[in-house]
């Protein structure tokens, strides 16, 4: 989808560039851009961190990150290629006096591409757009990306937003979040506005309801400060499951082009019903983790992890039942669900179609099974669909299938990464899969009632083991509408509504 609109030279400036986002994601997708001679020409990566390192050990660190986090793809020649075009300054993202290092070590090019990508806290986003302008480094051709959260309630988010507004153009800011860049996200457009088998069912007479899991098998990672801090709400549920969500729901956008895609999707964050007072009760669980086995392998409760407060009463797990109020979707509910230390890792929309209105056939074929599509973001992107055959043999007996819709079929070589097509869009200037102002917003406005009631009623959060699906109280939250999550069902057994 995307459309080279900007060719020229170009700097990137990662700040934060010594911390655990750079290391693991952005420098190694920078390389494989690199490598697979799509990253334009020239071009030079700016690494910015506090840390008395050389540029030679800073480039030693990269490399060690490259060869673990792409180790398939890495090519030593590539490499040296790619090395040349890194420097390394230390700078205190606060010391707004050091910037002139990088003023001068960028030098005089106003027509040069210039993306300012900040891997930091984002209570530094203000200081360090500011410190930045001051030095003279914002021009007409810069950029600066914000990665999640954007602020931590929707005060804070409004005024990291007006901050960051007061130096640089709402078209000069890309908010990232890297679900956007999977190949199987933009699949599910191409699926519903390129194919007329699909867009005419994606509405509330043929879909009975959407369900979006996000589970992760990791514990805290020595993020137990920054987690017990934000909670899984906040820290997945306002962003990653939201934008799912509208991407899922949203109305065909009259272009294909960034400014029409947002809009479409602010006006599903505009859509859905508030839930306060004791639908709070009905139609959210929070839930925390307590010691169990993933993989085989025992791990700790989150009140055990490192940096965890022992009375802590944030949640490790969110389950929630949204609703959209438009003429698409009234009555059908949207599933939301994503955890930490779950039974396994899997990222996936499930669009559950309604049955057939009338079973024709025999008794004994056996109870007629929903068709369904599963769209799987991680750990395999992919797309299939489920629906009813009739097996081989005399009779009418039916059989479930799954279609699978092979999304590297005609691909040459392997699928790029997530944040390879997203800092490739900045570069060139496409702005589509990146969030607006107004959707940031609007998803804080939806979410903080939830966080508010859950703090006044000051209950703790459900308790699951490790390793399972998240409190029982999740799966009570689809059965009580006769509904069951995706991996609770058996494949080949009937279910009833």
């Known amino acids: 989808m995307s459309l080279i609109t900007d060719s020229r030279p170009f700097d990137m400036i990662v700040v934060g560039a010594s911390g655990d986002l750079a290391h693991r994601k952005l420098l190694p997708s920078l390389y494989l851009l ?53 420097d390394y300054l230390r700078l205190t993202a606060t010391d707004a006096a050091a910037y002139g290092d990088l003023a001068r070590l960028l030098g005089e090019a106003p027509d040069r591409v210039r993306v300012l990508y ?13 410190a930045y302008a001051a030095a003279g480094l914002v021009t007409p051709a810069s950029r600066i990306v914000l990665e999640k959260p954007i602020g931590t309630d929707l005060g804070s988010a409004m005024e990291v937003n007006a901050s960051v507004g007061e130096v640089f153009a ?13 190949e199987a996200v933009q699949n599910l457009m191409a699926i519903r506005f390129g194919n007329a088998l699909f867009e005419p069912m994606w509405r509330a007479e043929h879909v009975d309801h959407v369900q979006i899991t996000v589970a992760e098998t990791l514990g805290m990672e ?14 997945m549920v306002q962003n990653h499951l939201l934008q799912l969500l509208c991407l899922v729901a ?77 003429w698409r979707w009234a009555g059908v ?55 009813m055959i009739k097996e081989p043999g005399s009779g009418m007996h039916l059989k479930k299938v ?23 869009d900045v570069i060139r200037g496409v702005a589509t899969l990146f969030m607006h102002r107004d959707e940031v917003e609007e998803a804080w406005r939806w979410i903080e009632p939830i966080h508010d009631a859950w703090e006044e009623r000051g209950n703790r959060p459900r308790v699951y083991a490790a390793g399972t699906w998240g409190p029982p109280e999740s799966i009570a939250l689809t059965v009580q509408d006769g509904r069951y999550w995706y991996e609770h069902v058996v494949e080949s057994q009937p279910r009833s509504r």
């Open 170 to 182: 709402e078209r000069q800011i890309y908010r990232i979040d890297h679900y956007l860049g999977k």
């Open 222 to 235: 020595g993020r137990g400060s920054y987690y017990d801090q934000t909670g899984t709400l906040r820290d």
């Open 34 to 86: 690199h490598q697979g001679g799509n990253l334009p020409s020239p071009g030079r990566i700016l690494a910015v961190a506090r840390h008395e390192w050389s540029r030679e050990a800073y480039l030693a660190g990269v490399e060690k990150g490259c060869r673990e986090h792409v180790p398939d793809d890495f090519q030593p020649d590539a490499w040296r290629g790619f090395a040349e075009r890194v």
């Open 402 to 424: 799954h279609l699978k819709l092979d999304l590297f079929d005609g691909q040459d070589g392997r699928m790029p990464l997530a944040y390879e097509r997203l800092l490739l």
């Open 333 to 387: 509910p949207f599933y939301l669900r994503t955890g930490k230390r779950m039974g396994h890792r899997v990222s996936e929309i499930v669009i559950q179609f309604r049955r057939v209105p009338h079973l024709l056939f025999p008794d004994q074929s056996g109870m007629l099974d929903d068709n369904r599509l599963v769209i799987r973001l991680q750990p395999d992107e992919s797309i299939k669909l489920a629906m």
């Open 118 to 130: 900040l891997a930091t806290p984002p209570t530094l986003y203000g200081d360090v757009s500011h």
């Open 250 to 326: 949203m109305e065909p956008p009259a272009r294909l082009e960034q400014n029409a895609i947002r809009e479409e999707k602010i006006k599903v964050l505009r859509s859905l019903k508030p839930i306060v007072g004791p639908d709070v009760t009905r139609k959210t669980v929070r839930g925390q983790y307590r010691e169990g086995a993933v993989a085989g392998r025992p791990v700790v409760g989150y009140l055990e992890e490192d940096d965890v407060p022992g009375d802590s009463k944030s949640e490790t797990f969110v389950a929630l039942k949204a609703e959209i109020h438009n």
